[in-house]
T-cell receptor
Framework: GAVVSQHPSRVICKSGTSVKIECRSL??????MFWYRQFPKQSLMLMAT?????????EQGVEKDKFLINHASLTLSTLTVTSAHPEDSSFYIC??????????????FGQGTRLTVV | AQTVTQSQPEMSVQEAETVTLSCTYD???????LFWYKQPPSRQMILVIR??????QNATENRFSVNFQKAAKSFSLKISDSQLGDAAMYFC???????????????FGQGTRLTINP
């Protein structure tokens, strides 16, 4: 199956700093990527939809200026948590929609990033 | 908006037995996809099985099968011959078949934590 690589898997940053998380589709083009946040023992909450070459679409209640999303190429989307605070500590997961010669409705997920803000 | 409901926060089953996880959803669309994802302790999202709404035949993947009742908007997952490696969080998810931008996002249920007793 298609592979999505998310980096880093874990990151600890100081309060007030910014941290960037990368999501790469390794063997396919992804015109659309999705960013989720998952709190402990809870479901995945969609934060934003990232479309290559255009502005991301954010879900209601998600701060655009805090969670900057860039989808500069067909294989890379980045999520930057700006001026991070302890309440931003969470597990962040990206997924990519497959774009290829055959249609596949499946979403392919990265390994996730555990962000801890101290 | 579509919603997905998993009414069983936790389930447990004896190894080698069969267990069924419940999922209901609400939508006004006639064409869509349904998925079951597994999230083990590593937190990597793994696709277990998918069902296209236009198909009447229930999907099966080895020990995993679904009972898709379109009229009742029900999509349960049956795991036969449960194994210790099946222990995980299981999420039911819905995806529209619409090509409208933003419609391809996954809508997740709350999840069911499955424990396998040896």
């Amino acid at each position: 199956g298609a592979v999505v690589s998310q980096h880093p898997s874990r990151v600890i940053c100081k309060s007030g700093t910014s941290v960037k998380i990368e999501c790469r589709s390794l063997d396919f083009q992804a015109t659309t990527m999705f960013w989720y946040r998952q709190f402990p023992k809870q479901s995945l909450m969609l934060m934003a939809t990232s479309n290559e070459g255009s502005k991301a679409t954010y879900e209601q209640g998600v701060e655009k200026d805090k969670f900057l999303i860039n989808h500069a190429s067909l294989t890379l989307s980045t999520l930057t948590v700006t001026s991070a605070h302890p309440e931003d500590s969470s597990f962040y997961i990206c997924s990519a929609r497959y774009r290829g010669p055959s249609f596949n409705p499946e979403a392919f997920f990265g390994q996730g990033t555990r962000l801890t803000v101290v | 908006a579509q919603t997905v409901t998993q009414s069983q926060p936790e389930m447990s089953v004896q190894e080698a037995e069969t267990v069924t996880l419940s999922c209901t959803y609400d939508t006004s669309e006639s064409d869509y996809y349904l998925f079951w994802y597994k999230q083990p302790p590593s937190r990597q999202m793994i696709l277990v099985i998918r069902q296209e709404a236009y198909k009447q035949q229930n999907a099966t993947e080895n020990r995993f099968s679904v009972n898709f009742q379109k009229a009742a908007k029900s999509f349960s997952l049956k795991i036969s011959d449960s194994q210790l490696g099946d222990a995980a969080m299981y999420f039911c998810a819905y995806r529209s078949a619409s090509w409208v931008q933003g419609a391809q996002k996954l809508v997740f249920g709350q999840g069911t934590r499955l424990t396998i007793n040896p």
